[in-house]
């Protein structure tokens, strides 16, 4: 008879092969479906927008799927809306592959009506209500779940050097 650790171990590859629900929502490219209406490539696609340059959710989507992600595939097999998960290092590397500077800054107060931002938050107590925002878009950021708003990361997008 198996033992424990391994029964563990051939779960757990066999998730990782899997992915959850999302094998059966991905094309012949391997791209999950159900990342394109997530709020990281729409709040991708806002900071863009504001820098007149125009990129669909879907390439934004593919583009970061395309550099794969285990743990938002292992997430998926427990959690239908876990393959929607964009993750902080997404963000910042789809910006830097494109020759922009991230900073990360800590207030909001350091932000100016100029500047776009993207920013991610959580409900307070909740493990599951993220979401990315964008500055200067998304105004009620503080308020965004009202009282339980917790802003986690700013990163302020700066130059304008595209390599499209």
């Known amino acids: 008879m198996l033992s424990n650790t391994i029964k563990i171990i051939l779960l757990i590859i066999i998730m990782l092969m899997a992915c959850g ?72 590397n789809f910006f830097e592959d494109r020759g922009y500077k991230i900073k990360k800054i800590k207030n909001l107060d350091e932000l100016g009506n100029l500047d776009n931002a993207i920013i991610l938050i959580h409900s307070k107590g909740s493990i599951d209500k993220y979401h990315w925002l964008c500055y200067p878009n998304n105004r009620n950021i503080k308020s965004y779940y009202g009282e339980k708003t917790v802003i986690d990361d700013i990163y302020l997008v700066l130059g304008d050097q595209s390599v499209y």
């Open 21 to 92: 629900c999302g094998a059966l929502h991905f094309n012949h490219k391997k791209i999950d479906y159900f990342h394109f209406e997530s709020c990281g490539p729409r709040a991708i696609q806002k900071v863009l927008a504001n820098m007149n340059i125009t990129m669909s959710v879907e390439d934004i989507s593919v583009e970061i799927q395309k550099k794969g992600s285990i743990l938002r595939c292992f997430l998926g097999a427990f959690s239908n809306e876990a393959r929607a998960i964009t993750w902080p290092s997404e963000v910042i």
